[in-house]
């Protein structure tokens, strides 16, 4: 029998209420973390988004056309007499508690049904009370089975896609993209979510490279290069059936990344797959950067676009600032991670002012913190081409050239004085993202230590003398490097302004009227939690039945 959401939740269970669903949860049975709550509230925004995007796409078809696409969506062949589309068809395919399932039912408008799966036994129970608790069951059905084989079955036949797939898997994404990129429709959304950041971020190369395809360097721009690699191993599993994807918004949040993308069957997008990628070669020592694009294009003597193979670019076999070893990673995605238009109608829509797009961001808890993260991505839109991937990171600079702190918002200004484009990364605060060559931006930190006088700082004194003795044996090689970078030649000492204050990092009034872009943790002990074990939730319940005794 139905529940109400409003009465009392049984022994031993509690309410969680988020958004506009209620799910009841006994911990330890299925896996739920309030943390990822934003990352929730941003699928259900994006939902909304897409719903709207998808009517725009068939509407811009030919009658025939657009005719033919309606049948499909709408799940039948030529007796389906209806050029009216309808709603959306979401499969989440690792479910857990079914709460985000439950969610889409009750506050995406377009949502037709969804289908919430999971492979573990009382999960799908949990999933099954939930939706009775909830008063979905309309919408959002239980099914218990292996993600990939339901995806699998699906994929057959195209009125049998879906409109949407969620992936939020507890770990890698990697096992289910495959799967994911044949059961979704032409023009259909991917939401693709992976935690084992850790290994994106080169703590484990190797392991980066057996799952995705691409060699994670810990370097300073290692985050955003995550969400770039998850980016290509997405585009790799979709070209192997004629597939390409074009990204909406993709981000890295907390301790996960997650990726929006639309997939559309197009032989002819499948041909620039080489050009969206690019291996990146970075200097162990300063963490200068350079990129290898994988492919070219050119035009043919009738004016056609002809793929061709690149030539190389990069700089070696050592760096050219600092002698340091050049190190080899990716490759990764380079085209950008967000698309202008989709971030614009997040960005009004949280924001509240455009009544048109209000209702898009309604009942969202973690507004502020989104709207936080998708001004940072706007930013980073300013920034176009190759020198728009990746970033240096501040902080690393001034240790490397021995200078005392100093506003990054003066570096900025200057820069943007020399005629640059600029900005911050939303992965890091002090990062340096700009159309300027790396060798410009040393040249400009050395430019700021002569018109200041500034002598490099001396060592630390005794406390640390024998830490650092030790380290300095292993540091010499490193020392003479970054020494080379210190006194590399400076051709003309007031080439940089650094008077001009015009970068929105210079003042406290303008960094308000643009609204901040990294928002604090909301709670203490903010981050992941351990996986959910249908055995370990049994020795607990045995535990307690014993001790009852």
Request: hydrophobic fraction near 40%; glycine fraction near 8%; proline fraction near 5%.
């Amino acid at each position: 029998s139905a529940m109400s959401a409003d009465s009392a939740p049984p022994e031993g269970f509690q309410t969680i209420t988020e958004g506009a669903a209620s799910v009841l949860y006994r911990p330890g049975e299925s896996f739920y973390n309030p943390v990822q709550v934003v990352n929730r509230d941003l699928s259900v925004l994006m939902l909304r988004v897409y719903s709207e995007l998808r009517k725009e796409s068939i509407n811009a078809l030919g009658p025939g056309a657009r005719r033919k696409r309606i049948r499909e969506r709408n799940g039948g062949g030529d007796e389906v007499e209806d050029d009216r589309l309808g709603g959306m068809r979401v499969l989440e395919a690792l479910s857990a508690t079914g709460l985000r399932s439950m969610r889409y039912a009750l506050e995406v408008e377009g949502v037709k049904e969804v289908i919430a799966n999971d492979l573990d036994a009382s999960a799908v129970e949990t999933i099954q009370r939930n939706v009775e608790f909830t008063g979905c069951a309309d919408k959002v059905t239980a099914n218990h089975g292996d993600a990939i084989m339901v995806m699998m079955q699906h994929s057959i036949k195209p009125e049998l896609r879906f409109d949407v797939i969620d992936l939020d898997p507890y770990g890698s994404a990697a096992p289910f993209l495959d799967s994911a990129v044949q059961a979704v429709t032409d023009g259909g959304m991917l939401c693709v979510t992976c935690t084992d950041l850790a290994v994106l971020c080169g703590n484990n190369s190797e392991v980066c490279y057996s799952r995705y395809g691409a060699t994670a360097l810990k370097k300073g721009a290692r985050h955003e290069a995550a969400v770039r690699i998850v980016l290509l191993a997405i585009q790799n599993a979709a070209a192997r059936y004629g597939k390409a994807i074009k990204p909406l918004l993709c981000a890295q949040i907390d301790f996960y990344l997650r990726c929006f993308v639309t997939v559309h069957d197009s032989k002819a997008l499948c041909k620039d797959t080489a050009l969206n990628v690019a291996m990146e070669h970075c200097c162990e020592v300063c963490e200068s950067y350079q990129l290898q694009p994988l492919g070219t294009l050119t035009q043919s003597e009738a004016g056609h676009p002809k793929h061709q193979a690149p030539t190389s670019k990069v700089f070696g076999p050592d760096c050219p600032e600092c002698g340091g070893n050049v190190l080899v990673g990716g490759p990764l995605w380079i085209k950008p991670i967000c698309a202008p238009a989709v971030v614009a109608t997040v960005l009004g829509a949280l924001g509240g002012e455009d009544d048109k797009l209000a209702p898009l961001a309604k009942g969202l808890s973690a507004n502020e913190r989104i709207q936080a993260l998708v001004r940072g991505l706007q930013a980073e839109l300013a920034v176009e081409g190759l020198r728009g991937v990746l970033h240096l990171n501040f902080t690393s600079m001034i240790q490397a050239m021995q200078l005392p702190s100093f506003s990054l918002g003066t570096v900025y200004s200057a820069l943007q004085a020399a005629g640059f484009s600029v900005s911050q990364s939303h992965t890091d605060p002090v990062a340096i993202k700009t159309s300027a060559p790396v060798s410009a931006i040393w040249d400009l930190l050395r430019c700021y230590a002569l018109q200041n006088n500034i002598v490099p700082r001396a060592e630390p004194g005794k406390k640390k003398k024998r830490k650092r003795e030790k380290l300095n044996l292993a540091n010499q090689d490193r020392n003479q490097q970054l020494q080379r970078l210190r006194d590399g030649a400076v051709e003309n000492v007031d080439k940089w302004n650094f008077e001009s204050s015009t970068s929105l990092l210079c003042g406290r009034q303008s960094r308000k009227a643009s609204g901040p872009k990294f928002m604090p943790n909301p709670t203490k002990g903010w981050g992941p939690k351990r996986a959910a074990s249908g055995k370990r939730f049994q020795n607990q319940e045995a535990k307690k039945i014993k001790t009852a005794e």
